[in-house]
């Protein structure tokens, strides 16, 4: 049987450590991005909120337990309210919250009912077994999907990319990897990765501001503040009546200020990180919420360049971008190099952070064999370098010759969940 096709519309979802993708397959972006992270409330009195289409009632975990999902309600104060992440890294690891996602997904964000739409899932090379199994148990047996299918996510880049070799440099929240993709399969045995990603870059931001004394108030906490001169004490009013919050979520809300300052103030030097040149660059003016402002010059580069060069403050124990790069494509077989080197796509939203492919290009030049010709493929926009994997999932769903290549519901009838190790690679 053929899903997928005109008449049935594909789903696509992208699983990421700090946010799901997710939309219908044929639109070049997806419909939303939900935060990975679950408001979890246990304050004694039950969950009168309606269920979501389709969910029985024996299906709440804890019918004393509230939770709020996406942006808008994850950021209102609430007592007791715990930030929980259900994914650990890029694998899902509580399966209560994933359905929460999945819930609130289909019901407020797409509009429609999961059993009337096949699904592809996005997951990393390193997913285990069991946790494939578990994600297609859920999807078959709770929201009875009529097909679905897993592909990992570097292969999904590549192909956003018109790519089916490729090597994919994912620079994501939690780590950045090197990932070879061949004809459409990845070559798990020379993936290399090292965890300098975006919530390493913002841990350096948020150690920088605290000795710099630079106060990080969360927008929640500022009833009004009063416009100061820069370097000067900010002025600023509390709001009153607000409730006593976990650490857990006001850590949250200190790390969405600090998602903001590195994502306008940060670049990476084209050259190796010196003093004497960078001081000469033009410095980057900031405002935090609560009215300090200051401008940013030398730290702005300092602070990514440990992507690049993480020696001198690591004490040489990881690597550089460049350096996983061109390890993982010595373990590829050598007559499948040249091409490999000639298609390296950059995709995640790491590598949003301003100069990072042309960096990335320079020091990768220093290193290869001037023979092997190098070509970078980082698309200029945004959306499409964040959204890669979601993107190449939405074109190869809406493809006529992949719609039989759905696991349909039937397949899991009768097969059950352990034949998807040899249906997806």
């Known amino acids: 049987m053929m899903y997928g096709g005109d008449e049935i519309g594909a789903l696509v979802c992208d699983l990421g450590s700090q946010s799901f993708r ?71 690891e509580d399966w209560d919250l994933f359905e ?9 964000c797409l509009y429609t009912e999961a059993q009337y739409h096949p699904i592809l899932f996005s997951d990393s090379p390193l997913t285990t077994k069991s946790k494939r199994e578990k994600l297609v148990e859920i999807m078959f047996e709770k929201y009875h999907v009529p097909a679905l299918y897993l592909c990992r996510n570097a292969v999904l880049a590549a192909f956003s990319c018109g790519r089916p070799t490729a090597i994919v ?36 931001c948020k150690q920088f501001l605290a000795e710099s004394n630079i106060e990080v108030t969360p927008h929640y906490m500022i009833a009004k503040k009063t416009p100061v001169k820069e370097k000067e004490k900010p002025i600023w009013t ?48 900031y405002e935090f919420p609560n009215g300090y402002n200051q401008e940013f010059g030398n730290e702005r580069f300092k602070i990514p360049e440990q992507l ?14 460049s350096h996983i790069v061109v390890t993982s494509a010595g373990m590829c077989d050598v007559d ?22 042309e960096r990335l290009n320079r020091d990768l030049t220093a290193r290869v064999h001037a023979n092997m010709r ?13 959204f890669g994997a979601w993107i190449g999932g939405s074109i190869i769903a809406s493809t006529g010759a992949f719609q039989q290549m759905w696991y349909s519901r039937h397949q899991y009838n009768e097969g059950g969940k352990s034949q998807i190790h040899t249906k997806f690679a």
């Open 374 to 386: 190098l070509k970078m493929i980082s698309p200029n926009g945004s959306a499409e370098r964040r």
């Open 22 to 92: 997710i939309g219908a397959a044929q639109e070049d972006c997806p419909k939303a991005e939900i935060p990975s992270f679950v408001g979890v409330l246990n304050d004694g009195t039950s969950d009168t909120s309606a269920l979501e289409p389709g969910a029985k009632a024996g299906n709440r975990i804890n019918g004393n337990t509230k939770y709020f999902t996406d942006v808008t309600s994850l950021r209102v104060p609430r007592k007791d309210k715990e930030i929980i992440n259900c994914m650990k890294d890029g694998m899902v």
């Open 238 to 285: 509390k709001k009153r009546t607000l409730p006593e919050v976990t650490d857990s979520w006001y850590s949250y809300m200190c790390q969405s200020v600090i998602q903001d300052f590195k994502q306008s103030v940060l670049q990476i030097s084209e050259t190796p990180y010196d003093e004497k040149t960078v001081s000469t660059l033009p410095t980057s003016h």
């Open 336 to 357: 499948v190099r040249p091409t490999l080197y000639n298609n390296i796509v950059i995709t995640g939203g790491n590598s949003l952070i301003q100069g990072f492919p």
């Open 169 to 204: 440099v994912d620079s994501g929240a939690v780590h950045t990897s090197a990932i070879p993709v061949h004809d459409g399969y990845v070559l798990p045995s020379a993936m290399v990765k090292c965890p300098l990603g975006g919530n390493f870059i913002s841990s350096q």
């Open 308 to 321: 690049f060069d993480p020696s001198p403050n690591m004490g040489g124990s990881m690597l550089s971008i």
């Open 100 to 108: 929460k996602i999945m819930d609130y997904s289909y019901s407020k």
